[in-house]
């Protein structure tokens, strides 16, 4: 029977969708009594091993359901749960095999009504539990590894959910230290071959302690629960240079040689040093414009702005997806005078369809076109509607050439597809900026090209240099560039045997552009570090491993690669695409004797009453509601002013709701506004000044329709009458006859912008090409 229940959501931050753990019961009085946590973090990769003690304090019994999300980035490699004498333990079976358990297992039910639950979104390991007596505890144990991403100051992020500590001592500020320390065991060792700096944490903690004279490992426990009821973050620094570090993980004894978990696997992480100016713009980028036909009008300002933004030599293309989608070119083309003339006569053409929403098939479309060398590619994707029922297919497209794109997303208003969007760009490490009318969409855009224009680390390649008789085979290879401000792991298996035993060092060289500039950095690490039997670094490099051989399309008349991948994936609890997940009951006096046999015996196979629902599954969406009392009052007056034309004071009115609350002294009680959910996204709460009221907004557009390609004017009739100028104004201000009019235009244009630049930022980027365009002509000052 379907329970009617209440799903408790505990946020974490995990990488992809900013979500934790959820417990999932008919009532709300399964208490977290105390968790037992040990982290060990090796540069950017966490190994979590965690246990939570849960108890039901009412006097009925409760239906349970573990829920937890997996993110591309996270391997969720054991769990179990103990009530009693009972445990109950997911395993992976091969996916044919598993679909037929599936259809053997009675309440499978539960894992269907979770899918239309409205507060969880995304893929997500569930499992139900059945029914908790009262007063009777269920500890689960949860193992799982996680890369960790990186801080803007370069240290590796780690976060655990503030609902994953015991409430009452969050709450109860006369509970003794000794109680916590009963309660709470959060121990976190770290690793790191540079050496490990210092640690930052939001909580009372030991002071930290290296464990090795060289200090390239140390610990540190929490003593408390953070303050403010806030998300554990932790911060870990790290010795020596930032820009390349290694990892060697020892290989597993009990496998074959020249298997993946027979050879030593090295993770490279990668991060570039991106200067802020560069010489020269070198690469520029493929500008892709994706426009749901239900914003055509509000988006044509949009795509003017940004039209006229990019710079002279990158490429671009503008898609509208409705029930289908159509390109303005076949393919991307050069940003010349001619090509943006005719992208923007053609805006117009941009026509309304209230139909579907075909996001998939335009997606599958754009990534079915090869990259283009040097110039990385970039989606601004606006959207207005629902997709329906494909988010699971998007995102698997998404995840696929995640390492070949990067995403900024624009869902407006209460957009259904907002957690889509978000997906989106936290996968492909883009911004997902919400728009809430039509004032802020062009702002907001122009802001998320101006961070798309900065320089990247382009044509990015590895070198490595390895005693005689080892070779290296790429897992998970180097992407073709790295934004500013971000990194990239990559996973290589090490295979053969040396010569010279004794040789236990090997070299990698990172080399990359920035604009004409070239870098290169030289790590040298050791091949023999001390092993690590849970094999963290070979899981991550297991599961990178089995979506390529997913994406290559491997299939069952491949049946050596085949079996290859079940095999993988099954030995090291790691999903893939080839397997499924099921729980199985046992009693604990049972449960010992499974470890001991082959992964594929037929005992493993219990009665189908003993068979438990679990999968891995696709749950739908929530649309995002933000209960604001600030923001609903700067929306309500950017409305009326809109409406009523408002005079220079609304505006500062308006201004002034808007400014940041740091800014402001402290806001009075119905001005307080309850904090959205911590997304890993750039959210900008400022509301864009009302410049289409405050300077004319038809001129504004007229002026910026006339910037030519390399962001010139040329002196017309119709950029002298924009500009609010007579023929004899412009005559008589010319400095010099020997200054030409072309030059002269555009001094005129951009002074022009200038002057309402504090009004509106959109032109910021107008402005920049004009200023590099008359600093490039050889005129007098």
């Known amino acids: 029977m379907r329970p009617s229940g209440m799903l408790r959501k505990h946020r974490m ?47 009925v019994s409760e239906e349970i359901m573990f829920v937890f999300p997996v993110d591309p980035d996270t391997v969720v490699h054991t769990f179990y749960a103990t009530m009693g004498d009972t445990r109950i333990e997911a395993m992976l079976w091969d996916k044919e095999e598993a679909q037929k358990l599936h259809k053997a297992t009675s309440g499978m039910e539960n894992l269907r009504y979770l899918q239309d639950q409205p507060d969880i ?33 370069g240290a590796a992020l780690f976060c655990w959910s503030r609902d994953l500590f015991p409430r009452h001592m969050c709450f109860n500020w006369q509970i003794s230290e000794d109680e916590i320390l009963e309660k709470l065991h959060f121990r976190i060792c770290l690793q790191a071959a540079c050496g490990v700096s210092h640690v930052d944490i939001n909580s009372s903690h030991t002071p930290l302690q290296y464990t090795a004279p060289d200090q390239t490992s140390a610990e540190v426990s929490l003593k408390s629960t953070p303050w403010h009821f806030d998300d554990l973050q932790l911060l870990v620094y790290y010795k020596g240079p930032h820009n390349l570090s290694a990892v060697v993980e020892s290989r597993d004894p009990k496998a074959a040689p020249g298997s993946l978990l027979g050879d030593p696997v090295v993770m490279v992480t990668l991060k570039p040093s991106i200067p802020e100016v560069v010489p020269s713009t070198g690469q520029l980028g493929e500008f892709l414009f994706l426009i749901d036909c239900s914003l055509f009008q509000d988006a044509q300002n949009t795509l003017l702005f940004l039209l006229k933004s990019l710079p002279v030599g990158c490429y671009f293309n503008i898609y509208s997806f409705g029930a289908t989608f159509k390109a303005f070119y076949p393919q991307s083309v050069e940003y010349t005078q001619e090509s943006m003339d005719n992208a923007v006569r053609r805006l117009s053409s941009i026509c309304p369809d209230l139909g579907g929403c075909d996001l998939l098939g ?27 029922s494909e988010e699971e297919a998007i995102m698997a497209e998404v995840h696929r050439y995640r390492d070949d794109q990067r995403c900024f997303c624009f869902p407006v208003n209460s957009c259904d597809s907002f957690n889509l969007c978000q997906a989106i760009s936290l996968e492909t490490k883009g911004e997902c900026v919400c728009i809430h009318s039509k004032l802020d969409m062009t702002s907001e855009a122009v802001k998320c090209l101006k961070q798309a224009l900065k320089p ?8 490595w240099d390895l005693p005689p008789g080892l070779e290296v085979t790429m897992i998970r290879k180097a992407p073709e560039s790295i934004f500013q401000g971000h990194q990239s792991i990559i996973y290589a298996q090490i295979h053969g045997q040396a010569k010279d035993p004794e040789t236990d060092v090997a070299a990698v060289t990172l080399k990359y552009l920035v604009g004409s500039q070239s870098f290169d950095y030289t790590l040298r690490f050791s091949l023999f570090p001390s092993a690590d039997d849970r094999l963290p670094v070979h899981r991550m490099a297991m599961m990178h491993l089995l979506w390529k051989l997913s994406r290559d399309g491997t ?21 893939s695409p080839f397997t499924s997940s099921i729980a199985v009951r046992m009693e604990l006096m049972d449960s010992w004797h499974h470890d001991s046999l082959p992964l594929d015996s037929p005992m493993l196979l219990p009665p189908s009453h003993n068979l438990v629902p679990c999968q891995l599954l696709w749950c739908g969406f929530r649309p995002v509601w933000f209960n604001s009392t600030k923001f609903w009052m700067v929306q309500k007056f950017q409305f009326c002013l809109e409406m009523l034309h408002p005079k220079a004071s609304d505006a500062v009115v308006l201004t002034k709701l808007s400014s940041p609350r740091k800014e402001q002294e402290s806001p009075p009680e119905e001005l307080v506004m309850e904090e959205p959910p911590p997304f890993h996204t750039s959210w900008d709460w400022k509301i864009s000044p009302l410049s289409t009221r405050l300077c004319d907004f038809s001129s504004l557009r007229a002026v910026v329709a006339l910037q030519k390609a390399n962001g010139s004017w040329d002196l017309t009739s119709a950029l002298t009458s924009a500009l609010g100028l007579s023929k004899a104004e412009v005559k008589g201000q010319r400095p010099s006859k020997h200054v030409k009019p072309t030059a002269w235009a ?5 002074v022009w912008l200038h002057r309402y630049k504090w009004r509106v930022s959109w032109s910021e980027l107008l402005e920049a090409k004009s200023c590099r365009w008359i600093r490039d002509q050889t005129v007098p000052t």
Request: include cysteine; proline fraction near 4%.
């Open 362 to 388: 335009l997606l599958k479309s754009i990534y079915s076109t090869p990259l283009l060398h040097e110039h990385p590619r970039q989606l601004f994707i606006f959207i207005q509607r629902k997709i329906s």
């Open 555 to 575: 299939n069952r008349s491949e049946k050596d690669i085949w079996q290859n991948a079940v095999t993988f994936s099954l030995s090291l609890g790691v999903q």
């Open 746 to 750: 555009t001094v005129l244009a951009l």
């Open 456 to 463: 990247l680390a382009s044509e990015i390649s590895l070198h």
């Open 13 to 59: 931050y995990r990488g992809l969708f900013d979500r934790g753990i959820w417990f999932f019961s008919i009532y709300q009085e399964i208490e977290l009594e105390s968790v037992a946590v040990n982290v060990t973090i090796q540069d950017f990769v966490a190994d979590v091993e965690s246990k939570l003690f849960f108890r039901n304090k009412q006097q």
């Open 121 to 153: 979104w995304g893929p997500v390991f569930a499992c139900f539990l059945g029914t908790l007596p009262p007063n009777r505890d269920v500890a689960i144990n949860l193992c799982y590894i996680q890369e960790l991403p990186l801080h803007t100051d």
